[in-house]
């Protein structure tokens, strides 16, 4: 009776950590709404995921700089998802300049794990916010 006990706690823990284990990596961050900022070099970019956009992938973007940087978000982003794969802008729609704000749109993805890079702004290389 003890024995049957044991193998029966036994199973339920196993299919317990085999389960975790299997979905652990298409699970989306618990913090996906959160916005992921970058501040090197005195121009602070702050990127929303919007997930309520749902025939792309669109990311809210916001910057606050005090001199002049290069804001053509349509030629200076891409989205990479978690295999490694790049996509580039398909839209971006708002404005440029020291306060910018706008949205920054690509295609749909199906990865719940990506990351947006911005390239080249203010002698940065590559700004990457992660999800």
Not at 20 to 49: F, H, M, V
Request: charged share 25%; hydrophobic share 35%; net charge negative.
């Amino acid at each position: 009776m003890r024995i049957s006990r044991i193998i029966i706690v036994l199973s339920i823990m196993t299919a317990i950590a085999i389960s975790g284990c299997i979905s652990g990596d298409e699970k989306p961050p618990a913090d996906l709404l959160e916005p992921r900022e970058n501040s090197e070099a005195g121009i602070q970019i702050t990127a929303t995921y919007l997930p309520d956009i749902t025939d792309a992938t669109a990311f809210e973007i916001k910057v606050t700089a005090h001199k002049n940087y290069n804001d053509d978000f349509m030629n200076n982003s891409y989205l990479r998802d978690s295999g490694g794969k790049t996509y580039q802008p398909l839209s971006y729609e708002g404005e440029g300049g020291h306060h910018a704000s706008g949205t920054l749109r690509f295609p749909e993805i199906e990865s719940k794990r990506f990351e947006l890079v911005i390239k080249d702004v203010a002698e940065v290389n590559e700004r990457i916010f992660k999800w």
